[in-house]
């Protein structure tokens, strides 16, 4: 078939472009916020989201898959490549897919296009649930407004200008992981007290600590560790983003990603697991410190075994927007399933200068009264 030939709505390249006609107008379905289903935007026709019949965001089994995708990958089977082209089918021209996006439109003509077969490589894993886009683009400005306002260390003229700039709606890609733990501590529990001391003529009270022995071992289960599975993202913006709804996710499907960007993981699963460890330790910690009590605490080891760890691929969603401002580039994030903000901005050191004087003043003003 020439390019002459293609028709709006159908597939082409082997199916490796994908997307949803409307069935009243035959224009570009996409997936609406408020709906939460595909919608067309011209003439309003809607179609609700296709899941098989025994499709459920399931926990999978991480030991297994480790293993899963280290023999497909002993055999050299063929991966996702760095960059992929396709044609559009609505207007003829090419959209290219670069690293990890998986999702885009075409910048001809604005049409959404997906290259679908990503997420369903041979040695990829596959997306297990989607958390569908909650706020709406004006909602998210809104609380970007809010959120400019309440800075208070940004200089006048940003807070008067705020930030403009396109909002893109993008999946990002998470692993949560569950596991069960058990865990054996040995420390020493610090209690306080006060000795009166004397120097010459005079006598004060010195705070000393008596220790004493402490062990003990519990089981503790671990629900849903986030990892961000994407390095393309400001991963402390991100990690402040949370908590998400994580119940309200739905199993995969492509036509909840119609009209927005995707990503596929670039973080493994292991690579991921590693972090998650990171977070279950710093958890355990606390446990322990708490499990030995007393007013301070000296921990000598502690000993964690790993049992039953399963994991789940989401695709999570976020606002992404991009501002400059005195000639530098700024990022903000917005939770697209809560509205929470978060972002890079500038700071007037006007104000924090006045503030540590103000500060110091105050400081100042306190120790002279307490001394006389």
Not at 127 to 148: H, I
Not at 181 to 196: A, D, L, M, V
Not at 245 to 264: D, E, I, K, S, W
């Amino acid at each position: 078939m020439s390019d002459s030939d293609s028709k709006p709505g159908e597939q082409i390249d082997e199916g490796r472009g994908r997307k949803f006609p409307c069935e009243g107008c035959g224009a570009d379905l996409e997936f609406s916020i408020g709906q939460q289903d595909l919608k067309c935007p011209y003439c309003g026709f809607e179609k609700q989201l296709e899941f098989a019949e025994d499709a459920t965001v399931a926990e999978q089994d991480f030991h297994a898959m480790l293993g899963r995708i280290c023999d497909l990958r002993s055999r050299d089977r063929e991966t996702a490549g760095d960059q992929s082209e396709l044609r559009c089918d609505a207007c003829g021209g090419t959209v290219v897919f670069q690293g990890s996006l998986t999702s885009s439109e075409c910048p001809y003509c604005a049409s959404p296009v997906q290259l679908e077969n990503v997420h369903d490589a041979t040695d990829r894993i596959p997306v297990d649930g989607v958390l569908p886009f909650l706020v709406e683009k004006q909602s998210a400005q809104t609380n970007l407004a809010r959120w400019v306002q309440s800075r208070w260390f940004a200089p006048n003229d940003f807070k008067q200008r705020g930030v403009t700039g396109k909002f893109n709606g993008i999946y990002t890609p998470f692993w949560t992981y569950d596991s069960m733990t058990f865990t054996r501590y040995r420390g020493q529990r610090g209690e306080h007290y006060w000795e009166t001391v004397r120097q010459g003529d005079k006598e004060h009270r010195v705070m000393k600590t008596r220790w004493y022995p402490a062990s003990g071992a519990f089981d503790r289960f671990f629900d849903d560790v986030l990892v961000l599975a994407s390095r393309g993202l400001p991963r402390t913006l991100m990690d402040r983003l949370e908590p998400w709804p994580l119940h309200r996710c739905v199993p995969f499907t492509q036509q909840a990603l119609a009209g927005f960007f995707a990503r596929t993981y670039e973080t493994e699963l292991d690579e991921g697991f590693n972090e998650a460890r990171q977070h279950i330790e710093t958890a355990l910690d606390r446990e322990v410190r708490q499990r030995i009590g007393g007013d301070t605490q000296r921990v000598h080891s502690v000993d964690t075994q790993y049992s039953a760890i399963t994991f789940k691929h989401l695709l999570l969603p976020v606002w992404l927007l991009a501002y400059r401002y005195n000639g530098k580039t700024f990022q903000i994030v917005v939770n697209a399933a809560t509205g929470e903000v978060q972002g890079e901005r500038p700071w007037s050191w006007v104000k924090i200068l006045f503030a540590v004087l103000g500060g110091l003043a105050i400081a100042g003003t306190v120790f002279a009264l307490s001394q006389r």
